[in-house]
């Protein structure tokens, strides 16, 4: 049955006197004293990522007060993964938006709930890809968004679909917490042993760290030079680049890309974040093995955005090609795994300051030279295969979770067009989310 509820243009869903809209065009020096404000790269996966949000000055931000966030509104990123929505939390309000972002506030008999879920679906995300621009780097103008045809069926029944996809989205944001609580958890515990060398300080001063003897009589109780610093005594200082083989991904055109969803996806930037999308290239191309990727590789993007860019990924959306600007972090041995992906993590913080330093026009990146200048430590295999029993269980599971995810993930976004076409009626989508969340 197909449903017979209007389509209507978004522009025509928003509220009369705030019509779509961009925000700071200039946002100059940061601020920490000022307003947060949201970049087109802080929307993804259908949230605001408050953690990398960057700051404006008070003064600024009133330059552009018609996009004071009030907190409920959808915001859009335009430009490099356009299409990206999410819903301005209410913790937010008073904050800002950038120039790559849009602001749409909906009128009171519009559920923005239901507008965003539909904008996220695989059909709202075809619909704006057909409105994107650029050879490049994709956009979205505000010109065309406001005339993407969203269907509107009655409140109530915005609502009522709204509510049952609003439960996955608590289910999945329940197992987002928790793998922030087991990261947390297995990065405190690389700091202490291979940062701070708690097991060592503790031994050499006669106290307890609840570590098992066996554990505890792997260390050693003195420290030796190394250039300008000081490394537990038969511990390894080697540059960064030595613990993995870093394989950089293949031009784009080089997988001659179709937008028929035909072959692998090819990961770009974007689709670490955001997983495969509606944007998303695909290839038939047999390109080298080298270049192809799969669950659980570990993906360590080098470019782009200092702040929201350059970072490390664990893939958990199966068979893929390898872009460029992303290297594939391949252990020589699988007890370095572990070892290898929070030591990335953990240097998050400097990449980002080494591409800052060598930011232009927004990006900035990190070479194999600096990986080779960057210095880590490195511990004898023993003191890592007993510091893996700690925390490679709690990879495994945050690992798990993720997977976890991206199932509900895709049921949310299976039975949205459904309940749209009226092929599934709203209690038997009830039925099937109480199954799962």
Request: net charge neutral; with cysteine; hydrophobic share 45%.
């Amino acid at each position: 049955m197909v449903s017979d509820w209007p389509q209507t243009p978004l522009c025509d869903l928003t509220e009369s006197n705030t019509p779509v809209t961009y925000g700071v065009v200039k946002p100059g020096k940061e601020d920490p004293e000022g307003v947060l404000f949201i970049r087109g790269g802080d929307i993804a996966d259908g949230r605001i990522l408050t953690q990398q949000l960057r700051t404006i000055s008070k003064d600024v931000s009133h330059q552009y007060r018609r996009t004071l966030l009030r907190g409920g509104e959808l915001v859009m990123s335009l430009v490099g993964n356009p299409g990206q929505v999410a819903i301005v939390p209410a913790s937010l309000e008073g904050s800002n938006i950038a120039r790559q972002a849009a602001l749409i506030r909906l009128r009171a008999e519009v559920d923005a709930r239901f507008v965003m879920y539909f904008l996220n679906s695989r059909v709202g995300q075809e619909e704006l890809g057909a409105h994107s621009r650029g050879s490049v780097q994709q956009v979205i103008n505000l010109r065309d968004l406001k005339t993407v045809r969203i269907p509107t069926p009655p409140l109530p029944q915005q609502r009522a679909i709204a509510f049952i996809l609003g439960a996955l989205d608590d289910k999945i944001e329940l197992n987002r917490q928790m793998n922030e609580t087991l990261e947390t958890m297995a990065r405190s515990l690389f700091k202490s042993w291979f940062v701070d060398f708690d097991p060592l300080r503790a031994k050499a001063e006669g106290r307890s760290l609840n570590l098992p003897e066996t554990v505890s009589e792997l260390f050693p109780i003195t420290f030796e030079d190394f250039g300008s610093g000081i490394i537990p005594k038969g511990w390894e200082a080697i540059p960064a680049y030595d613990i993995a083989t870093f394989v950089n991904g293949a031009a784009y055109a080089n997988f001659e890309p179709n937008t028929d969803r035909i072959g692998l996806p090819i990961i770009k930037i974007a689709e670490l974040k955001a997983g495969v999308t509606a944007q998303t290239g695909f290839s038939t191309v047999e390109m080298p093995e080298k270049y192809r990727m799969d669950t659980g590789d570990i993906l360590f993007s080098w470019s782009g955005n200092p702040d929201t860019s350059i970072d490390t990924f664990v893939w958990a959306h199966g068979p893929a090609w390898l872009n460029q600007h992303i290297f594939k972090v391949v252990p020589p041995k699988a007890e370095l795994r572990a070892f290898i992906l929070m030591t990335l993590r953990y240097l998050r913080p400097v990449f980002a300051e080494i591409a800052r330093n060598k930011q232009t026009t927004g990006l900035g990146h990190v070479t194999v030279a600096d990986l080779k200048r960057l210095m880590i430590v490195r511990p004898p295999t023993a003191i890592l295969l007993a510091w893996n029993k700690f925390v490679e269980p709690l990879i495994e599971r945050s690992f798990g979770i993720q997977l976890e995810n991206n199932t509900l993930a895709a049921l949310r976004d299976t039975l949205l067009p459904k309940l749209i076409s009226g092929e599934l009626r709203v209690q038997a989508a009830e039925k099937i989310v109480e199954a799962v969340a």
